[in-house]
């Protein structure tokens, strides 16, 4: 099960000014949140994808252990998806 513990945010419509706080790990944040231009749905979007990465790969697409490169990375760096796929088994 997914879930945000009750941290989502009503009234976030795409067009409008859209939220500008953040709650969560930092791996996840899409571009718009660490620019804080306000954000809209469309991150909810971009971290299923970064978690879907995650369960593919093991790891998030952009992370580092140091938190400032991780946030540059996520702001600056290529998506580059490797060929092999994680497999494990239970």
């Known amino acids: 099960m997914i879930t945000d513990f009750g941290l989502s945010r009503e009234g976030v419509y795409a067009g409008l000014r859209g939220a500008d706080s953040f709650c969560g790990s930092y ?3 899409a571009p ?3 620019k804080k231009t306000g954000h809209g ?3 909810d979007c971009y ?3 970064v978690l879907l990465y995650e369960m593919l790969f093991g790891l998030p697409p952009f992370y580092h252990d140091d938190k400032e ?3 540059d990375n996520i702001l600056n760096k290529t998506l580059k998806i490797d060929r092999k796929i994680q497999v494990i088994s239970a």
């Open 41 to 43: 749905k469309s991150v």
């Open 69 to 71: 490169k991780l946030l």
């Open 32 to 34: 718009e949140v660490l």
């Open 47 to 49: 971290m299923l994808g």
């Open 27 to 29: 791996a996840y944040l």
